[in-house]
């Protein structure tokens, strides 16, 4: 398969007044292939948007980076330059589809003005290649043709995200990047809308949605990575993430508990801060069993970040 | 009993988006009303929550008849309610640290005195750790000022609550732990409760009983004929309107 992304020992860190530092994002790494979908989850303020933010250029004056974040083509992300990053990856080589679509549309223009604008931006078509340029990237996003001379405030959520997701395929960006594409819309247009995506991955696209909703990400993901603190503490097949065997970190198990659908038990506490992490396991303080080993800050292995993770029933009783 | 009888309320009276709905919730319950966003719930909720005049109809707080709405509320009818919103950001006040943003209902209705002590007391419940309540909102996570205004709903002890799509922004785990502070108050203060979502797995978890918004908005229906409401403009809850049913004239 082809790699797509692949980002290494990437961390970001603020520089605060007063010489502190907020570790944002720690040694995250991962690959991500055509056609395959990889879901960040974590509660916000865990680092997700941040490292979005950081593939996309769009990080703040204060940022100081580290690690790589490779595209396909060998462009590295985090020392490309703004004029690059404008003109040849954000909506060429990754295409975004915003949180809220609402906003992200112009309220005063059409969406097929809107459309035509970037269609034409990217593309260079003019007159009737245009034209049918625009009917295309609206069909690929399921936006009938019917409402592209409509205004953003006449369209439903559901049509609004459609219309940000077409303009995110314009480009026909290898990588799509969603973030929190489906927060505070009904159950039903969370799923139509991660179908849609999940459409556009089965295409050949990689996506790498960021969400704090599971259910959307158990119904789209291939992959899942469960960030908490800055650090990616699993990154496991999604399958077994939500399957019988469940998660292998104790963050990942409790936050699966807290579902409604499950045992609605909150996992104990709040995150630490980011510019005040402990010394080892930033879990630790939450965690039922932390041990002596967790003063060390655990590294991902085997898809799991802790010192004691969690082992299925099978394997348990095979050790034994 | 807190009862809502036939309110109709919007913002355009031509076009109200609650059309003549009536919901009881009996002293101490749990009512969840599940329905799509932009479908009036939320403006429902806020007519509950005095917050909203509607256009007809009444709402009786433990016998008594609302005697006006925002700011003209009879402070003891105001003060009846606890409220959280979806959006923390767009109902707390950018400038107020923490501490004072969960105490400004104590604060607005001259109980000042009580403040330190409650805000003492809710703090460690929500999880809110005295440096955080020093912060302002925008030093603070999404889910750590929606502690800070579940905190600010339970401070005047109301012996209502409404929330409305409390937890839509939220992530498992927040949302598991601020629904354990709201019914931990419930289950000390026998205060009642409205929580309108659209997450039925989460209302049905929740709540003792669950309605759906649909058939309360069509008492009067059937024969006459019914047709889709047309595309319209935005409702102020920020989300456009998925079709509602109303009769044909
Ligand atoms: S490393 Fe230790 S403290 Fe951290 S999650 Fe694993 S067991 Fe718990």
Redesign the interface.
């Known amino acids: 398969m082809t790699t797509v992304l692949s980002v290494r020992e990437l961390s970001v860190r603020f520089r605060m007044p007063g010489g502190r530092h907020v570790a944002a994002v720690g040694d995250v790494s991962f690959e991500l292939a055509a056609g395959e979908c990889l879901v960040l989850?974590?509660?916000?303020?865990c680092g997700k948007s941040v490292l979005a933010s950081a593939l996309l250029g769009l990080l703040p004056g204060n940022a100081e980076t580290s690690g790589e974040a490779r595209l396909g083509d060998g462009l590295e992300l985090l020392s490309a330059d703004e004029r690059t990053l404008a003109r040849t990856v954000r909506g060429r080589r990754i295409g975004l589809v915003p949180q809220s679509p609402?906003a992200h549309l112009t309220p005063v223009r059409t969406v097929r003005a809107q459309l035509a604008e970037t269609v034409r931006e990217l593309t260079g078509a003019r007159g009737a290649a245009l034209a049918e340029a625009v009917e295309a990237a609206a069909a690929r996003a399921a936006f009938p043709a019917g409402h592209l001379d409509r205004y953003p405030?006449?369209?439903?959520?559901g049509l609004?995200q459609r219309a940000a997701t077409a303009l995110a395929l314009v480009g026909d960006a290898p990588l799509l990047l969603a973030d929190e594409p489906t927060?505070?819309?009904?159950?039903?247009l969370v799923d139509r809308t991660a179908d849609e995506l999940r459409r556009h991955a089965d295409a050949g696209h990689a996506l790498l949605m960021i969400t704090?909703d599971?259910a959307a990400a158990e119904r789209i993901a291939d992959r899942v990575a469960v960030m908490y603190a800055g650090r990616v503490v699993e990154i496991a097949d999604a399958a077994v993430f939500f399957g019988a065997a469940g998660p292998r970190h104790p963050y990942a198990r409790?936050?699966?508990d807290?579902?409604?659908?499950r045992a609605?038990?909150?996992?104990p506490?709040?995150p630490p801060e980011l510019g005040a992490l402990p010394a080892g396991c930033a879990f630790a303080a939450r965690c039922a069993t932390p041990k002596e080993a967790c003063e060390a800050v655990p590294a991902l292995v085997d898809g799991v970040a802790c010192h004691h993770p969690h082992r299925p029933l099978a394997e348990e009783a095979s050790r034994a | 009993m807190l009862e809502l009888r036939g309110i109709t309320a919007g913002y355009d009276p031509r076009d109200p988006v609650v059309r003549d709905v009536s919901l009881t919730i009996g002293d101490g319950e749990a009512v969840g009303l599940l329905g799509p966003s932009g479908c009036g719930k939320s403006t429902l909720a806020r007519v509950a929550a005095l917050l909203h005049r509607p256009d007809a109809g009444s709402v009786v707080i433990d016998g008594e008849p609302a005697r006006g709405w925002r700011h003209r509320a009879p402070r003891e009818q105001r003060t009846a309610f606890g409220v959280v919103f979806q959006q923390p950001r767009q109902s707390a006040d950018p400038r107020l640290r923490l501490r004072d943003l969960i105490a400004e209902p104590l604060r607005a209705t001259g109980r000042r005195a009580e403040a330190d002590t409650r805000v003492g007391e809710l703090a460690p419940v929500v999880g809110l750790s005295a440096e955080l309540l020093a912060r302002r909102p925008h030093e603070v996570s999404d889910g750590q000022l929606q502690r800070a205004c579940v905190a600010r709903a339970l401070v005047a002890r109301p012996r209502w609550l409404i929330c409305d799509e409390m937890t839509a922004m939220l992530d498992a785990s927040t949302t598991a732990a601020l629904v354990g502070v709201v019914e931990a108050y419930r289950r000390e203060s026998g205060a009642g409760l409205l929580a309108v979502g659209h997450d039925a797995v989460l209302l049905e978890r929740w709540c003792d009983r669950t309605v759906r918004w649909e058939p309360l908005t069509r008492p009067f229906t059937v024969s006459r004929g019914l047709r889709p409401r047309t595309p319209g403009p935005q409702t102020p809850d920020g989300l456009n309107t998925v079709p509602v049913i109303r009769v044909t004239q």
């Open positions: 989850v974590g509660e916000s303020g609402a405030h006449q369209l439903s959520g609004a927060t505070g819309l009904d159950r039903e704090h599971l409790g936050l699966l807290a579902l409604p659908e609605f038990a909150p996992v506490g709040m």
